[in-house]
């Protein structure tokens, strides 16, 4: 494993090792060096080279320039030039701070390369999204070496991932999630503290990762004619209806759930879904 005093050497010290990126936009890739003129010995009429340029001058007596340009000109590259304010940063300013915490005497570097004034977002798109990719891969290593440390989580919020593409923002990693896949931080947040074993609650059923999905899907409720969870449907499911506090609607008993602390109505909702969307483990 890498270690943590290595994580600047990581997007920004590949990016170094490579070229940076506004050192590609002064000369044009495909344009090929000129090769010798015709000359004696050649077998060529020098009169008849096609490369060949000749002047004449223009109503203000001032030379112009004739015939084909050569193929040796030095171009710039066609892309709109960027001051980097339409480009998102985040990723590269997640890296910054991820590095300033887990190894800050690599800070310096990872400024110059990918800060405010480096040269990633004085140049194209092109140059911006380099940088961008970098720092996404650097910032990944952090967060694999260091994933409790907020500083280097590739995300706070959905709208740092690629929403379009299906990603949201889960434990600080932009990933596709499965159904259900916020259902279990959710017990382990308001239910777990009773329903484990020992727990008050533990008589009822347990919600520990390890057996939570076989203890409440497709098992009758105690208590009332529904089942626990029943996949596929959050209105015959009496777990959701103990949470939401219609449970006495449907036959149950008891307080609402979590007792004395309601759950926010988001997350009231967010079960909802699970359930609906057939309760995946």
């Known amino acids: 494993m890498v270690p943590i005093d290595r994580l600047d050497r990581g997007a920004g010290y590949r990016l170094r090792q490579r070229q940076r990126p506004l050192d590609t936009l002064t000369t044009n890739p495909t344009a090929s060096t000129p090769g010798p003129g015709p000359g004696p010995g050649s077998g060529q009429d020098p009169t008849a080279n096609p490369g060949d340029t000749s002047t004449t001058s223009d109503d203000t007596g001032g030379p112009v320039t004739e015939g084909p340009p050569t193929s040796g000109t030095t171009t710039t590259t066609t892309d709109d030039p960027t001051d980097g304010s339409s480009t ?34 004085t140049g194209t798109p092109a140059d911006a999204e380099l940088c961008i990719t970098a720092c996404k891969a650097g910032l990944a290593q952090g967060h694999a070496l260091a994933p409790d440390e907020p500083a280097c989580f590739e995300c706070a919020s959905d709208d740092e991932c690629d929403v379009g593409g299906g990603e949201a923002c889960v434990e600080g990693n ?37 057996v939570a999905y076989d203890n409440i899907v497709n098992q009758p409720a105690l208590g009332a004619p529904l089942l626990l969870v029943a996949p596929g449907d959050h209105q015959s499911s009496y777990l959701w209806h103990r949470v939401n506090g219609s449970h006495l609607e449907v036959g149950g008993s008891g307080p609402q759930m979590p007792p004395g602390a309601p759950l926010p109505q988001d997350v009231i909702d967010e079960i909802a879904a699970c359930l609906d969307q057939g309760a995946p483990p």
Not at 90 to 102: D, H, L, Q, S
């Open 88 to 121: 998102d940063r985040t990723p590269c300013n997640r890296y910054i701070e991820c590095v300033a915490v887990t190894n800050p005497g690599g800070l310096l570097d990872a400024q110059e390369d990918f800060g405010e004034a480096s040269a990633c977002w």
């Open 174 to 210: 932009c990933e596709v999630p499965t159904p259900g896949a916020a259902v279990q931080p959710i017990g382990n947040t308001y239910c777990i503290e009773c329903h484990v074993q020992g727990g008050s609650a533990s008589g009822w059923f347990i919600l520990t990762e390890d």
